[in-house]
């Protein structure tokens, strides 16, 4: 990333953690939050800061949901499909939420605004159907007022 | 200016009550109150469990407590006019207060709140609100007594694990005592995984301290030093919360050395996860603690004995840990006078689904499904028909209608061959297809499953290829019985509970609506009218009630409907949108 100045700061991260146990997981999500997702460059750093093989930060980074191994848009838009939005109908809002945005699940929009996942549970499942931008939680929502939403950002 | 020293308004500002627009209602608050020159007390609490009517604020002068309803910012101004302006209570808004009756109040009236006891009440990032609740009161006491007596206390009142496995949790402290060895870890198991269950956050973001003072009396029990608590990355606020809750603490010397003077000390660590469902289970938390791909390992050893860094090691639920404190402060016999013989005390239920009021609910166990879903949760949605509800998330069951009158114990759930579980409740009605749901399920698990063991790992997905055929209308004559075979396998080969249970789904459905099953495979219909590939978008004549509503609810005028005639689609307009089928009152459109 231009003028993020990424390499210098992972480098003080792995410093941080260096020699301490059970790091690799909390130094891969400060990795994430760096780049958005994880380069391999910075997985060959990381295996190196913290004297590990490549292959096994490649095997917890590809274990975990929550790291992504390409590039995510500006904005993240998870979209529940737990049990209690299944039932309300989130195929329906994903599906219009594709339509809208013009990408499938899983991709990112051209101009880079945002990245559409679909997830498991964010635990808002009294007010299903429930996505997420970001951090911030959109309850309720039907096919037709979804796309509203992505007016905020 | 008016004197409203004793004025608070306390806003709702747990994840629903934020998604519901919380911190709108806030600000446009924080403004008035400004405007307005008053000296009101502005704070914010956690979730009460009425995620139905957020957003929720409650309004307490001189100790009196208002709860309001539905609030949006366009109705703050009238509760300041009327309300904190000239004392008279706004009543048609209102949910819950002394002296008011509300369509509500059965909403709370089979409830008891243990767990959730200063969930909605207390500002949760307030450690003093916590004390001034009998916050830390349990710790103080535990350091008085003995680690043995501790140890029994809970094991008399009965608690078993909330997270799911039920074990007693007195039982599993013992056996972290009396492991040998100087190092011993104390984890909260945060990783609330099950789809459809939302306690553990509620009660991370309404009430994080009761959590901290749980995990610290049990630590003292088993004589850790050092602790955990794994929390779901996907939950923010709860995290948020927690290293606050923990830094405040850790400033009164409830964390740290010598806690409260005694010789008693303990550190305490948050761990984020990072989206694995397999990490529930303990062995699998551990090794993620640890930094390794969270993969379950063959017991024994248990964590009791060689746990983090092969070390004895406790892991308890949050809803578990929740209650300690309480039980400590009240005496195990009060406890366990609330339940069943076999279990004790009180569990707290996530309501979702087609149900009029989700939320989240408190209640001793032994009440029926029934009083639930239909009493406190108030029914189905659209008064449709209830046709079973779901519990256990992926481990779990459906539990028909049949069966509704089962008592909520332990081992009445799992009669059903559903399991308690964490406690979620998702309720679906005559519209929710259960071989869609078994599929959703088997989706889940096997996206999940780890790969360790084989018939977790390529069964499960055989199982979902089966039921991906079935609901796109190419299932076979044999596919049921192929499915109770993989089904017996992966539960008899499987190492943890996620591959033991995992067919689960697909058995109970299989046992209560094998006919749907039959429906899909033999006729090719989806009796719920829900698989898409199995809609015709035909008006089913002898069920059509001439309504019109159909003909109403299609963007495309693609319904001809005239009063007392029965509807017909033109599928040449027909796009296949679903909205006369979700509009269709009567099951008339399939």
């Known amino acids: 990333m231009v003028g993020c100045n990424c390499e210098t700061k992972l480098k003080g991260i792995l410093d941080e953690y260096r020699g301490k146990s059970g790091s690799l997981i909390p130094v891969l999500q400060k990795t994430q939050d760096l780049y958005g997702y994880i380069p391999k460059e910075a997985m060959e750093e990381i295996a190196q800061g913290l004297g590990m093989l490549t292959s096994e930060v490649y095997g917890v980074v590809t274990f975990y949901t929550q790291f992504r191994l390409t590039p995510v848009g500006k904005n993240i838009i998870k979209a529940c499909h737990g049990t209690a939005c299944h039932v309300g109908g989130a195929k329906a809002i994903s599906e219009a939420m594709e339509k809208a945005l013009g990408i499938k699940n899983g991709e990112t929009t051209k101009d880079k605004k945002f990245t559409l996942e679909e997830v498991a549970c964010l635990g808002c499942c009294s007010l299903a159907p429930v996505v997420m931008i970001n951090e911030d939680t959109y309850a309720n929502l039907s096919e037709s007022n979804v796309a509203s939403i992505f007016e905020n950002y | 200016m008016q004197d409203k020293e004793n004025y608070r308004i306390i806003v709702g500002l747990g994840s629903c009550g934020i998604a519901s627009g919380g911190r709108k209602v806030y600000q446009k608050i924080k403004e008035e109150i400004k405007k307005r020159n008053i000296k009101v007390l502005l704070e914010e609490t956690g979730c009460v469990g009425m995620c139905y009517n957020e957003v929720l604020i409650e309004v307490v002068i001189n100790g009196s407590r208002i709860l309001y309803k539905d609030i949006n910012p366009d109705k703050v101004d009238r509760i300041l006019d009327e309300h904190i302006g000239k004392g008279n209570v706004v009543n048609e808004w209102v949910a819950k207060a002394e002296g008011i009756a509300t369509l509500d109040d059965s909403f709370f009236a089979k409830q008891e709140r243990i767990a959730l006891r200063n969930c909605g009440v207390i500002s949760p990032e307030s450690i003093e609100e916590y004390i001034d609740r009998d916050g830390y009161k349990a710790i103080e006491k535990a350091v008085s007594m003995s680690r043995e007596e501790v140890v029994k206390e809970i094991l008399n009142s009965g608690l078993r694990g909330r997270g799911g496995a039920g074990f007693p949790t007195g039982m599993k402290w013992r056996f972290a005592k009396e492991a040998k060895?100087?190092?011993?870890?104390?984890?909260?198991?945060?990783?609330?995984?099950d789809p459809g269950a939302f306690m553990d956050r509620s009660v991370i973001e309404g009430d994080p301290h009761s959590v901290i003072e749980g995990m610290l009396i049990g630590a003292y029990a088993i004589g850790a030093d050092e602790g955990y608590i794994y929390v779901r990355a996907e939950y923010p606020l709860a995290v948020k919360r927690l290293y606050k809750a923990i830094s405040q603490a850790e400033e009164r010397n409830y964390l740290g050395e010598n806690i409260l003077g005694s010789n008693f000390s303990f550190k305490l660590h948050v761990k984020e996860g990072a989206g694995a469902f397999v990490c529930g289970e303990e062995t699998a938390l551990i090794a993620s603690i640890e930094g390794k791909r969270g993969m379950p390992r063959i017991r024994p050893p248990f964590p009791a004995i060689s746990g983090l860094w092969e070390k004895p090691t406790n892991i308890n639920n949050v809803e578990t840990l929740a209650n300690i404190p309480w039980i400590i402060n009240n005496g195990a016999e009060k406890y366990s006078k609330y339940g069943t013989e076999k279990s004790k005390g009180t569990k707290v239920f996530a309501l979702a689904g087609k149900i009029k009021r989700g939320g989240l609910v408190e209640v001793p166990m032994g009440l029926t499904l029934?009083?639930?879903?239909?009493?406190?949760?108030g029914g189905i949605k659209e008064n449709r028909k209830f046709k079973a509800v779901q519990m256990g998330g992926p481990s779990g069951g459906c539990i028909p209608e049949s069966l509704i009158d089962t008592t909520v114990d332990y081992d009445s759930i799992t009669a059903t061959g559903a399991i308690m579980g964490s406690g979620g409740m998702v309720v679906m009605d005559e519209t929710t297809c259960m071989v869609d749901i078994a599929r959703f399920f088997l989706n889940f698990t096997q996206n999940e499953s780890c790969g360790k063991c084989t018939f977790c790992r390529v069964g499960t997905r055989r199982m979902l290829e089966i039921l991906n055929r079935i609901v796109e209308g190419k299932g076979k004559e044999e596919d049921i019985y192929l499915?109770?075979?993989?089904?017996?396998?992966?539960?008899?080969?499987?190492?943890?509970?996620l591959g033991q249970t995992a067919p689960n789904p697909v058995l109970t459905t299989l046992r209560y609506f094998r006919n749907e099953y039959e429906a899909h495979i033999k006729e090719k219909k989806c009796p719920a009218h829900s698989c898409e590939a199995l809609l015709r978008f035909e008006v089913i004549p002898e069920l059509c009630k001439m309504c019109g509503k159909c003909a109403k609810a299609c963007p495309e005028?693609?319904?001809?409907?005239?009063?007392?005639?029965?509807?017909?689609?033109?599928?040449?307009?027909?796009?296949?949108?679903?909205?006369?089928?979700t509009s269709c009152k009567f099951m008339a459109i399939e």
């Open chain 2, 370 to 377: 029934r009083e639930i879903i239909f009493d406190i949760g």
């Open chain 2, 483 to 497: 499915l109770e075979e993989l089904s017996s396998r992966i539960i008899t080969t499987s190492l943890c509970g």
């Open chain 2, 181 to 193: 060895g100087e190092k011993k870890y104390f984890i909260c198991n945060a990783d609330e995984g």
């Open chain 2, 557 to 581: 005028n693609a319904i001809k409907w005239e009063k007392k005639q029965v509807a017909m689609i033109d599928k040449d307009k027909c796009i296949k949108c679903r909205a006369c089928i």
